[in-house]
């Protein structure tokens, strides 16, 4: 039920029975505001996804709205997926990282890890991130960071995530022109190309890295790219939780040791996706992840919704919605502890009646 994408099955079979902690990092790009880039929750109140993403899996309903995140055709978040596997077999614990939100989820008991950063602006007038200062605190957070599990998922929720991992792909030299999935199973991809022309137009020669993806990134691939670097000197496996955005948060990765001139242990880090990703015939996540120096083990759940007949969740199988708030890494940690395809897709239902 798990499958390999790149790499071997030794890394995922030794996370089997074990216990992990959901990190799920959530940020606001004004990119999303573009009319039409992205299906990544509510027309006009596309800022609120990921607040209401950190509500549903951590408490099972959200509080800054009257109804979980979903699209203008009615494809619920991929969140249920995820809070669905954790009333299952639980996370060790969720904690939440605000790496630049506009609204702070209304939670009590839950750890929120807060870093002064700022939402960043959209990268069609250069995003103006302070990149150095972003990747910084995310190499403190993973040098300084407590664990009570045995590893770490890694998760995302930030809306127009894709068409500004699209762009620092791009602004980095990488092909990665037809790689990157989207929230849409036909994407807008006039709306995208225009956006990300326009943020490739304010990318000089004399950039160096970091003044590069101030200008054409997001938040949560600046951060994580340091906590990843972070983490090179602790004995914490992590699993990337998600798809072709978590893949670029590895390119930036390897730019940066390029720039450095280092190496990377990758022996303890994977990425996991959903089906829907992994078979995505409009992108190549196994094409992106063999663009680094560096091998990476990655794998996704052999998950669809073949057992429902509601009508909503039949559109992840039509290709709307793929991935998102960890989904792929959520299903992976459920398969590997013994929940059934049948087990999650009731759990699922129950949450839409």
């Given at each position: ?73 009615g494809v619920p978040t991929p969140a249920l997926l995820t809070r669905a596997v954790h009333l299952l077999h ?51 957070f993973a040098q300084n960071l407590v664990l009570q599990s045995d590893y770490i998922i890694l998760a995302e ?125 409009h992108s190549d996540i196994k094409g992106l992840l063999e663009m680094n120096d560096f091998s990476i083990n ?56």
């Amino acid at each position: 039920m798990i499958q390999t994408i790149t790499g071997n099955k030794d890394f995922i079979e030794s996370l089997r029975g074990k216990r992990a902690s959901f990190l799920l990092c959530m940020s606001n790009t004004a990119t999303a505001n573009t009319p039409g880039i992205t299906q990544a929750g509510i027309p006009g109140m596309l800022h609120l996804t990921p607040t209401l993403d950190a509500e549903f899996i951590s408490i099972g309903e959200v509080r800054s709205l009257g109804t979980i995140a979903e699209t203008p055709k009615g494809v619920p978040t991929p969140a249920l997926l995820t809070r669905a596997v954790h009333l299952l077999h639980p996370f060790r614990e969720i904690e939440l990282l605000n790496l630049g939100l506009e609204i702070t989820p209304k939670l009590e008991h839950f750890k929120v890890h807060t870093f002064s950063i700022a939402p960043s602006g959209s990268i069609e007038q250069g995003a103006s991130i302070p990149a150095a200062e972003v990747f910084e605190k995310g190499v403190a957070f993973a040098q300084n960071l407590v664990l009570q599990s045995d590893y770490i998922i890694l998760a995302e929720s930030v809306p127009a995530g894709t068409t500004t991992a699209l762009a620092t792909a791009l602004a980095l030299g990488y092909d990665a022109r037809d790689k990157f999935s989207s929230s849409f199973k036909n994407a807008p991809e006039g709306i995208k190309q225009r956006v990300i022309d326009q943020a490739l137009s304010h990318v000089n020669e004399s950039d160096d890295l970091f003044e590069i993806l101030a200008k054409v990134g997001d938040n949560m691939l600046i951060f994580n790219a340091g906590l990843l670097l972070g983490l090179q000197n602790r004995d914490i496996p992590i699993v990337l939780a998600g798809g072709t955005q978590m893949a670029c948060v590895l390119l930036v990765v390897n730019r940066i040791l390029q720039m450095m001139e280092g190496e990377l242990d990758s022996s303890k880090i994977a990425l996991c996706t959903t089906k829907w990703v992994a078979e995505d015939a409009h992108s190549d996540i196994k094409g992106l992840l063999e663009m680094n120096d560096f091998s990476i083990n990655a794998y996704y759940a052999d998950f669809d919704f073949s057992l429902t007949a509601h009508p909503a969740l039949k559109l992840y199988d039509e290709g709307e919605a793929k991935e998102g708030v960890g989904a792929g890494g959520a299903l992976v940690y459920a398969l590997l502890n013994g929940i059934t395809k049948e087990q999650i897709t009731r759990k699922v239902e129950s949450f839409l009646r």
